[in-house]
């Protein structure tokens, strides 16, 4: 066909749709089908009895016969195939290992009903910046003669009971499997007022310092990141690096906590300007480590810094 015939044109002109289908993609133009008809607007689809892939899938197996023997092959062994791990690896608690047969729901997914339990929901009255446990209503120790880069840490539960064991057991007995607990427990936190309905442009994990990294073989607050990212949609960004290896915080006061930590974080993004973002760690005591990547991320133009945990020491 030669490049400037009519047949060229008219070739030109057709609707050329993708074959798309459960199994993948193929290469190869389907011209003057259903899809075609359907994307030009004039098949008028039931999407409310099946959705529009299923006819993508049909077009495909209408034009070639094996790919129904794929498509119904593929969902069957995926079928049989959570069967049989159901039935050789039934769910079990990750805190205490029972069987888990009823108590969960969306929140829930992975401990009974017993563990749930345990995790021990942040006291009533509670500071409206740092969750820190206030003295009457207005007052909170941790707050009162400090400025803040953040605009508010929310935590999902308190640092005792069932929630500290699994995080020492995610943390320091590099027990990764913990990870999708953990993120449902966030994923709850954000129900808070404080956090609901904020679009966020990115979730940003506290960094580790390199050699920290190495040593654990982890950064436990970029798991945890990864997990809340799929839940709210929000893209993953490491914004952030530690720049320099600093003594661990657990033992020292706020000052020192605060000298501890001066200067110790730095941009990987030269601008940030206008970005609503969601910092993400598993534990936070007086905030310092949090607020200090909060600092340096509203210099880079940040509009926003909010921040979730796990537990409130």
């Known amino acids: 066909m030669e490049p400037g015939s009519l047949d060229s044109r008219r070739s030109t002109l057709r609707p050329r749709i993708w074959r798309c289908h459960p199994i993948g993609f193929s290469r190869s133009p389907v011209h003057h089908s259903a899809m075609a008809w359907y994307h030009l607007g004039f098949f008028p689809w039931p999407h409310w009895f099946l959705p529009a892939s299923w006819l993508h899938s049909f077009c495909v197996i209408g034009r070639n016969p094996l790919s129904l023997l794929s498509f119904v092959g593929e969902s069957l062994f995926g079928f049989a195939k959570s069967a049989i791990l159901s039935l050789l690896y039934p769910p079990h608690c990750a805190s205490c290992g029972s069987s888990l047969h009823e108590g969960l729901n969306e929140e829930n997914q992975h401990l009974c009903p017993h563990c749930w339990k345990g995790i021990l929901s942040p006291p009533e009255h509670l500071c409206p910046m740092c969750s820190h446990p206030m003295v009457g209503t207005t007052f909170c120790s941790n707050c009162h003669d400090r400025s803040w880069h953040l605009s508010s840490i ?27 607990v953990l993120g449902d427990l966030l994923f709850g936190a954000m129900s808070d007022p404080r956090l609901a309905g904020k679009p966020f442009d990115a979730v940003v994990p506290v960094p580790l310092h390199s050699l920290r990294e190495r040593e654990r073989e982890f950064n436990q607050s970029a798991l945890l990141a990864a997990m809340l990212s799929k839940r709210l949609g929000s893209p993953v ?77």
């Open 154 to 180: 929310v935590a999902a539960c308190r640092y005792a009971g069932v929630a500290e064991e699994l995080i020492k057991s995610f943390k320091y007995g590099r027990d990764r499997t913990l990870a999708p």
């Open 237 to 313: 960004n490491q914004l952030l690096r530690r720049v320099r290896a600093t003594d661990p915080q657990a033992g020292l006061d706020r000052e020192e906590r605060m000298k501890n930590l001066k200067g110790a974080f730095q941009i990987r993004k030269a601008s940030m300007k206008g970005l609503s973002l969601l910092l993400v760690d598993d534990v936070t005591t007086t905030g310092t480590t949090l607020d200090a990547c909060a600092e340096v991320l509203r210099e880079a133009g940040a509009r926003e810094v909010c921040a979730v945990v796990v537990a409130r020491g």
